[in-house]
Structures are given as C-alpha cells and as structure tokens.
C-alpha cells in the first residue's frame, strides 16, 4: 500500500523561446513556460523549479458550445535535492473579456519521479489559475501563467 499525502502547489510560469519542432533551425512553436512553484506535501514546504511543456497545440473543443481551447500538458517540479516528479494533464484555458488571458482548468495526473519520489503517483485536481498567451514565435515573449492546485501524491513503501 502506498502511502499518501495531501499536496498543494502554488506557482507562475513565464514563456521561454520557441521550440523548433520542423527541424530548420528556427523556433516554431510557443510551448514551454519556466517559473518557480511552492509544493507542500505532507506539511512541508518545498520551493521548487517548475517546467511546464505544451504536448499539443491549444485547439477548440469538439463541443460547438465550448469557447474553450484544450491542450494536453507536462509539469516537472525539480526539489533541491535533485528529486523531481512529472505530471501528465488535460488542460482547459477558458477565454477571458481580456483577448490572450484565459482562465486555467486542469487536472494534474503524477506519472513518474525521481530520487525521493522514485515509485510516486498521484492526482492533483482543480489547478485553476490563469493565464497570458505568449505573443508568437520565434520569441514567444510576454506569456505568464499563475495557478493553484491541491490533492494528493503517494509514495510506494
């Protein structure tokens, strides 16, 4: 049985330069958001980088009625001590009165880790934040993103 503890994480993320994923040399794509996050698990604070990874374009929803773009992501949060986890998520960015910031919605599935969370699973739901598209690319300057989330994180014995 594993053993589980609530999670909480509080952090913003800012655009990195452009991905090159056609291969010329030259960024294409706005896909990678950097910052910090504070992660408490089992009440204890742990200042931590995040880095978080866009595996798809933002892209409407099959839903005539959904005004929302949907974009599957990847969280990894690196701890001082060399440990990380990564997350595997179904992101929603509802459209805000303000064009380029919408409001996140996601759940946050934990897949993997390393050192202390060698073995950790977990779910972490309700992120909810919100964010700034970055202008386009090769640059992709100008995107933040500031986002809560809580649930829980569980370590193989």
């Known amino acids: 049985n594993p053993a589980c503890d609530p999670i909480t994480m509080v952090g913003t993320t800012y655009s990195a330069p452009a991905v090159d994923v056609n ?3 030259i960024g294409d794509l ?38 929302a773009l949907h974009v599957t992501t990847s969280h990894t949060f690196y701890f001082a001590d060399g440990s990380s986890f990564t997350t595997l998520d179904k992101a929603k960015l509802i459209p805000t009165e303000t064009p ?32 700034h598209l970055p202008g386009p690319a090769p640059a992709c300057t100008g995107g933040q993103a500031s986002w809560k989330a809580q649930g829980s994180s569980c370590l193989a014995e």
Do not use: H
């Open 100 to 131: 380029g910031f919408f409001l996140i919605r996601s759940n946050l599935n934990i897949v993997s880790g390393t050192g202390s969370f060698e073995g950790v699973t977990g779910q972490v739901s309700g992120i909810g934040g919100q964010i």
């Open 23 to 25: 291969g010329d040399g």
């Open 30 to 67: 706005c896909l990678v958001f950097a910052g910090q996050a504070m992660v408490t698990m089992g009440g204890v604070e742990y200042p931590v980088q995040v880095v978080t990874v866009a595996l798809s374009e933002p892209a409407p929803g099959e839903d005539d009625d959904d005004t």
